[in-house]
C-alpha cells in the first residue's frame, strides 16, 4: 500500500512541474513578444524624434522660402492678377530676393 501511495503523490508532483513548466513556457512566450513590442515602440519613437529635429532644423534655413512662396500665393489670390506694383509693395516690405 505504502507503493501505492508513493506513486500517486510522484505522479501529482509530475502533474504540477508539468503544469509549472507550462506557465513558465508561456510567460516566456509573454514576455518575448512585450520585448519585441518595446523595441518597435522604441525604434518608431527614435524615428519620430529625428524626423521633427530634421524638420525643424530644413525650416530654420529653408523658412524666408516658404513665408515668400506663402505669401506670393496670397498676393496672387488677393490682387486677381500677378500685377507688379503688388508685388512691389511686398519686396519694400520683405526685401528683394536673393
Given at each position: 500500500m ?6 500517486l503523490?510522484?505522479t501529482?508532483?509530475?502533474e ?7 506557465y ?7 514576455d518575448?513578444?512585450r ?13 519620430s524624434f529625428?524626423i521633427?529635429i530634421?524638420?525643424g ?7 524666408q522660402?516658404?513665408?515668400k512662396?506663402?505669401?506670393d500665393?496670397?498676393l496672387?489670390s488677393l490682387?486677381g492678377?500677378n ?6 509693395k511686398y519686396?519694400s516690405?520683405?526685401?528683394?530676393p536673393k
Amino acid at each position: 500500500m505504502d507503493h501505492a501511495k508513493e506513486m500517486l503523490q510522484q505522479t501529482y508532483t509530475n502533474e504540477r512541474l508539468d503544469l509549472i513548466v507550462d506557465y513558465l513556457d508561456k510567460m516566456n512566450r509573454r514576455d518575448r513578444w512585450r520585448t519585441m513590442g518595446g523595441a518597435l515602440k522604441g525604434a518608431i519613437s527614435i524615428a519620430s524624434f529625428v524626423i521633427l529635429i530634421w524638420s525643424g532644423v530644413y525650416f530654420a534655413l529653408h523658412g524666408q522660402e516658404f513665408i515668400k512662396q506663402i505669401t506670393d500665393a496670397t498676393l496672387s489670390s488677393l490682387s486677381g492678377t500677378n500685377s507688379p506694383a503688388a508685388f512691389d509693395k511686398y519686396n519694400s516690405y520683405i526685401g528683394k530676393p536673393k
